[in-house]
């Protein structure tokens, strides 16, 4: 009789934990920061949130991205509305010299709701590595964000960074250099000042770096990193 007991109540317990384990995967979120650009401040919305997604989904779901190449579906997955982002927050929004924009924010999407979402398009995944890594895989998609977002910033400030400086020429009297005045010489100064848009691309990349740093209590529960002395 003891041994039923016991046997009913190990399985009891380990229905309930395994609910217990699905209801916290099915609530599983990651948070992202990436940066996007467009023509609008929602185009270049949109097309931070779709970074966020398909990031989040080549790290914890599959690296078959194809499906992100459709511009339509891609749009549905990063929508607000279908759930897969829980919420974001804008770090940074900037118009640049040719009246484009370009953001940075933090997203936080819900991994299994994005799984069911794909997969409800008919899209075959493969879960990789299972939702046990998930601080691992985090610390991992911070790292790709970080690089993602900074050649997105690189790329964005390209243009403006042409025509962050003004020249001024000045000349002085033309000088013979022979006796017979054959070769002249006509000493040329040229000074460069930076202007405004020197000004906004310093912003910008100071802006876009604060908000992809890490906080203090980040840095904490980080990986360990070693010192390697080279003598």
């Known amino acids: 009789m003891k041994t039923i007991l016991k046997s009913f109540l190990f399985t009891i317990i380990f229905v309930l934990s395994q609910q217990a384990v699905q209801a916290q995967d099915s609530e599983k979120t990651v948070s992202i920061t990436v940066s996007g ?28 991205t194809e499906i992100f190449n459709d511009q339509i579906v891609a749009d549905q997955i990063a929508s607000v509305a279908n759930g897969n982002i829980q919420s974001f927050k804008m770090l940074n929004e900037s118009q640049l010299p040719d009246s484009s924009w370009g953001v940075t924010l933090k997203a936080i999407v819900f991994v299994s709701k994005l799984t069911s979402f794909v997969e409800a398009k008919g899209v075959a995944i493969e879960i990789k590595g299972g939702m046990f890594a998930l601080n691992i895989k985090q610390q991992l998609l911070n790292e ?24 001024e020429i000045k000349s002085d009297d033309p000088k013979s ?34 908000a992809l740093s890490l906080s203090s209590e980040e840095v904490k529960s980080y990986k360990n990193w070693f010192c390697l002395k080279i003598l």
């Not at 401040?41 to 779901?61: C, M, V, W, Y």
């Not at 970080?146 to 690189?154: K, N, P, R, S, T």
């Not at 400030?157 to 025509?163: A, K, S, W, Y």
């Not at 460069?192 to 848009?197: C, I, M, Q, R, T």
Request: proline share 2%; net charge negative; hydrophobic share 40%.
């Open 37 to 64: 650009s467009g023509k609008t401040q929602q185009d270049a919305k949109q097309s931070a949130l779709r970074s966020a997604i398909e990031q989040a989904f080549g790290t914890f779901i599959s690296s078959k």
């Open 144 to 167: 790709q964000g970080e690089l993602i977002a900074v050649c997105e910033m690189v790329g964005l400030l390209h243009e403006p960074m042409q025509i962050s400086f003004d020249y």
């Open 177 to 210: 250099l022979d006796a017979e005045s054959k070769n002249w010489e006509i000493p040329l100064t040229v000074t460069a000042f930076s202007n405004k848009n020197m000004d906004f691309c310093a912003d910008y990349c100071l802006k876009t770096l604060a």
